[in-house]
């Protein structure tokens, strides 16, 4: 087979990720959790020979995605790859992250897969490298919505390479604890935009509508609207609707360029997938 297609993308800086992650439009899949991974191999000091090291030829972040693309699809004769790889100097994107992955039998169908550069049953999981990682995690929740907390396997919250089933594996490394990374997780989307504290996407007020009117889902017959806590692509899903669901709409608001209507249950929906009648 031939390589994977892939993004192969790196970012440096979470503002850099976060502006590419809002890029993102999604269409019949989108995911619900966020598995974490250590690489293993190449461990952390393998790693730092790429780019680092004395190579004649060094192997940027970029190189490897490229490398990665390769032998997941030619060697490993799969579709595709864990969505990202986070290593300490980059935030990297390998597969689409619209589409689904191949990274953990049991959560491919659900999540997205971020393979973090390390072997985390040899390697300490140090406090630079526990803080560069949550970062970049921190910023795929506060893309898409989610949050890391109140685990329920296959469902939501973070998950651990090692809470599926069908592994025998540490991953992400008998260093790393899924408490410590919440706690870190949860720090860096407060100082990333997710505090209270004035940004670009503050969630504006509802403008209040005469009365209650009726609307129809008019999206794909293959996809699905989602219904969003607030009038925010980055606000919590709460639920989704198909093809021709109904909706009372109560209220209407502007973020940005995209307006939105509030339902029933103070919930919201992109304006654009209802059709009022």
């Known amino acids: 087979m031939s390589a994977i297609p892939i993004v192969g993308k790196c970012f440096p800086t979470a503002d850099g990720f976060m502006a590419y992650l809002d890029t993102i439009k999604f269409g019949a899949w989108t995911p619900k959790f966020i598995t974490m991974h250590h690489t293993g191999g190449p461990s952390l000091t393998t790693w730092k020979t790429y780019a680092h090291g004395s190579r004649k030829v060094p192997i940027t972040d970029a190189q490897w995605m490229k490398n990665l693309a390769g032998y997941y699809g030619g060697e490993m004769g799969w579709s595709a790859g864990p969505h990202f790889f986070f290593t300490p100097d980059n935030f990297c994107v390998l597969s689409?992250?619209?589409?689904?992955?191949?990274?953990?039998?049991?959560?491919?169908?659900?999540?997205?897969?971020?393979?973090?550069?390390?072997?985390?049953?040899?390697?300490?999981?140090?406090?630079?490298?526990?803080?560069?990682?949550?970062?970049?995690?921190?910023?795929?929740?506060?893309?898409?919505?989610?949050?890391?907390?109140?685990?329920?396997k296959g469902v939501r919250g973070l998950h651990f390479h090692r809470d599926d089933p069908k592994t025998t594996k540490t991953c992400p490394g008998k260093h790393?604890?899924?408490?410590?990374?919440?706690?870190?997780?949860?720090?860096?989307?407060?100082?990333?935009?997710?505090?209270?504290h004035?940004?670009?996407?503050?969630?504006?007020?509802?403008?209040?509508?005469?009365?209650?009117?009726?609307?129809?889902v008019n999206v794909a017959a293959s996809d699905f609207l989602v219904v969003r806590d607030e009038a925010s692509g980055k606000s919590p899903e709460t639920r989704r609707l198909r093809k021709g669901d109904k909706v009372q709409i109560t209220g209407e608001a502007k973020n940005g360029d995209?307006?939105?209507?509030?339902?029933?249950?103070?919930?919201?929906?992109?304006?654009?997938?209802?059709t009022l009648t």
């Open 176 to 196: 790393v604890s899924k408490d410590v990374m919440i706690a870190a997780i949860q720090a860096k989307m407060i100082a990333l935009g997710g505090g209270e």
């Open 96 to 152: 689409l992250p619209e589409k689904r992955g191949v990274h953990a039998v049991s959560f491919n169908a659900n999540s997205w897969g971020v393979e973090c550069v390390g072997d985390f049953d040899a390697e300490p999981f140090t406090d630079e490298l526990k803080d560069r990682y949550a970062e970049g995690l921190a910023c795929l929740y506060l893309a898409i919505g989610l949050s890391p907390e109140n685990f329920v």
């Open 198 to 216: 004035d940004h670009d996407d503050d969630v504006p007020p509802p403008v209040a509508v005469p009365k209650t009117r009726t609307g129809v």
């Open 258 to 274: 995209t307006a939105w209507f509030r339902i029933v249950g103070d919930d919201y929906v992109a304006a654009k997938y209802v």
